[in-house]
C-alpha cells in the first residue's frame, strides 16, 4: 500500500519560508501524480501544485495564487517530494498534504484516488 509522510511544517512571520518534504513508499510505477494541498479551518481543500513523473522525465504546475512563491520539486534518489515556499502570507496557513496516485498507462492525475498522508501544519502570522 503506499504510504506517505509529511514533515517540514511550522510557525513563521509573514514573509517567512518553509519548505516541505513528504516521503513517499510503496509503490514502483515510472508514472507518477505527486501533490501537495492544504486545507484550512473551514475552508476547502485545495491543491497547490503538482509534479507528474513519467518515464524519469518531470513536469510541474502550480496554482496560480502561489505562482512566485511556491515550487515543487522531487528527489528521486530519496524517494521524496517537496514543495518550497517562499514569502509566506497569513493565507497559506492550512494543514498542508501529499498526494500520491502512480498509474501505469498515464491519463490525468486523478486525485480523487489518491493515497494520503496525514499532512504537516504551517502557521503564517502577521
Known amino acids: 500500500q503506499v504510504r506517505s509522510v509529511e514533515s517540514g511544517g511550522g510557525s513563521v512571520q509573514a514573509g517567512g519560508s518553509l519548505r516541505l518534504s513528504c516521503v513517499a513508499s510503496?509503490?514502483?510505477?515510472?508514472?507518477?501524480?505527486m501533490g501537495w494541498f492544504r486545507q484550512a479551518p473551514g475552508k476547502e481543500r485545495e491543491g497547490v501544485a503538482t509534479?507528474?513523473?513519467?518515464?524519469?522525465?518531470?513536469?510541474?504546475f502550480v496554482k496560480d495564487s502561489v505562482k512566485g512563491r511556491f515550487a515543487i520539486s522531487k528527489d528521486n534518489a530519496k524517494n521524496s517530494l517537496f514543495l518550497q515556499m517562499v514569502n509566506l502570507q497569513p493565507d497559506d496557513t492550512a494543514m498542508y498534504y501529499c498526494?500520491?496516485?502512480?498509474?501505469?498507462?498515464?491519463?490525468?492525475?486523478?486525485?480523487?484516488?489518491?493515497?494520503w498522508g496525514q499532512g504537516t501544519q504551517v502557521t503564517v502570522s502577521s
Open positions: 509534479l507528474i513523473t513519467i518515464d524519469n522525465e518531470s513536469k510541474t
Open positions: 510503496g509503490y514502483t510505477f515510472s508514472k507518477v501524480c
Open positions: 498526494a500520491t496516485v502512480p498509474t501505469r498507462n498515464f491519463d490525468g492525475c486523478h486525485f480523487e484516488s489518491a493515497y
